[in-house]
């Protein structure tokens, strides 16, 4: 079965910082991945998918995130954090493009100023 | 509408009651996804409908929970002798169709059993 590992429970950084936020996944195949953000009182939003290509995917807001087959990750990156960063993140995996997404337990981001 | 939208944004019910939340998916969006959010458990799917094919009902806990969609459109999940464990955020998703579209969320339902 696919699993999905957020290491990180909750990570501070203080603004300007860079952040990386690790994610592992656990799928025989080729996974499908995504990272999704969900900020206090609103809903998920997409910032970035992996389905093949390049392994560094552009996402919004700045973000980027490298698939790396060999190390099952897929760990989110974005060199200089705001304030408005501050929410949780979720990393998902898909089976196939259009299917049910299973989701890491999730990491929530403090941003210090 | 320019998202999805779900109804009610909260519900608080008793425990043993019965509770219907609505999602309305994307117009034109032929798939629908149901998630729950919990403490305990995260995110976790429940059911897919993707345009007329049977569902995908593998992540409803218990057979206290339906879903249907009528018209390919419009979503009902149904919560039958609602139970504490139940309380969560139950999210709703579509997307445009089979073929790596993203899932837009709406912004959930809220509920609580007392």
């Known amino acids: 079965a696919q699993s999905v590992t957020q290491p990180d429970i909750h990570i501070t950084v203080s603004e300007g910082a860079s952040l990386e936020l690790r994610c592992n996944y656990s799928?025989?195949?080729?996974?499908?991945l995504f990272w999704y953000v969900q900020s206090p009182g609103q809903g998920l939003q997409l910032l970035l998918k992996?389905?093949?290509?390049?392994?560094l995917v552009q996402g919004i807001k700045g973000f980027e995130a490298e698939f790396k087959r060999s190390q099952s990750s897929f760990n989110l990156r974005k060199p200089s954090v705001h304030w408005s960063d501050a929410a949780e993140y979720f990393c998902?995996?898909?089976?196939?493009?259009?299917?049910?997404?299973?989701f890491g337990t999730g990491t929530r981001l403090q941003v210090f100023p | 509408g320019a998202g999805v939208s779900q109804s009610p944004s909260n519900k608080v019910t008793e425990k043993g009651k019965d509770v219907e939340l609505r999602c309305d998916p994307i117009?034109?969006?032929?798939?629908l996804y149901w998630y729950r959010q919990s403490l305990g458990q995260g995110l976790e799917f429940l059911i897919y409908?993707?345009?007329?094919?049977?569902?995908?009902k593998s992540g409803l806990p218990s057979d206290r929970f339906s879903a249907e969609r009528t018209g390919g459109s419009v979503s009902t999940l149904t919560i039958q002798r609602t139970q504490q464990e139940d309380s969560a955020v139950y999210l709703c998703?579509?997307?445009?169709?089979?073929?790596?579209?993203?899932?837009?969320f709406g912004p959930g339902t809220r509920l609580t059993v007392l």
């Open positions: 998703a579509s997307s445009l169709a089979a073929g790596g579209n993203e899932q837009f």
């Open positions: 117009s034109g969006h032929t798939a």
């Open positions: 992996y389905f093949s290509g390049d392994t």
């Open positions: 409908f993707q345009g007329n094919s049977a569902p995908d």
């Open positions: 998902a995996v898909a089976p196939s493009r259009a299917d049910k997404l299973i």
């Open positions: 799928y025989g195949a080729t996974p499908y």
